[in-house]
């Protein structure tokens, strides 16, 4: 096995001659700092400011992100309560078969119902949320298709 695994190391570095693979090795460090100079005196804007597409995704992605964590929110804050009224109705449903004011036929049917209930509360959550995050980003292409026209109000006066 040692005789093979020598024979390996020879062939592999003799491939090619130790000069050509330094001139290789060279030539594209010299590229890639060339590239790298090149990339940063043409891509660097002025006075460390945005070119206006990149700004635009910039205020984009950061109006997203604002309207995922509002819708996010929404989304928790509507389980809580709606867990929250949940826990209040299936108390009351249970202190009333407790104090003799419900019959116990009575109870598994009225819990069915508020678990019904509660049911339909979480399950219209989602729909919500996408509305209110579709309404979010509305509002904030509205106001950004504003501000334009709001900056050509300021020039021309």
């Known amino acids: 096995m040692a005789a ?3 024979h390996d190391d020879t062939i592999t570095h003799n491939r090619f001659p130790p000069k050509e693979t330094d001139m290789a090795t060279a030539a594209s ?3 890639s700092d060339k590239t790298s100079t090149q990339a940063s005196t043409c891509s660097a804007p002025p006075n460390g400011m945005h070119s206006d597409p990149v700004r635009e995704l910039l205020v984009h992605a950061t109006h997203i992100q604002l309207a995922t964590l ?9 389980w809580t309560k ?7 109705a299936v108390s009351d449903e249970l202190l009333s078969r407790a104090h003799g004011e419900t019959a116990s036929h ?3 049917g009225r819990l069915a119902s508020v678990s019904s209930r ?19 980003l509305t509002k904030q292409s509205k106001s950004r298709s504003r ?3 709001t900056a050509r109000r300021r020039a021309g006066t």
């Open 147 to 149: 501000q334009p026209q």
């Open 4 to 6: 093979v695994s020598t």
């Open 29 to 31: 460090k010299r590229t």
């Open 82 to 88: 709606s867990a929250d009224r949940y826990a209040q």
């Open 70 to 78: 509002t819708s996010v929110t929404k989304f928790v804050v509507g």
């Open 118 to 136: 509660h049911l339909r509360e979480v399950t219209e959550l989602p729909k919500d949320v996408v509305r209110h995050f579709n309404s979010e």
């Open 106 to 108: 009575e109870l598994l």
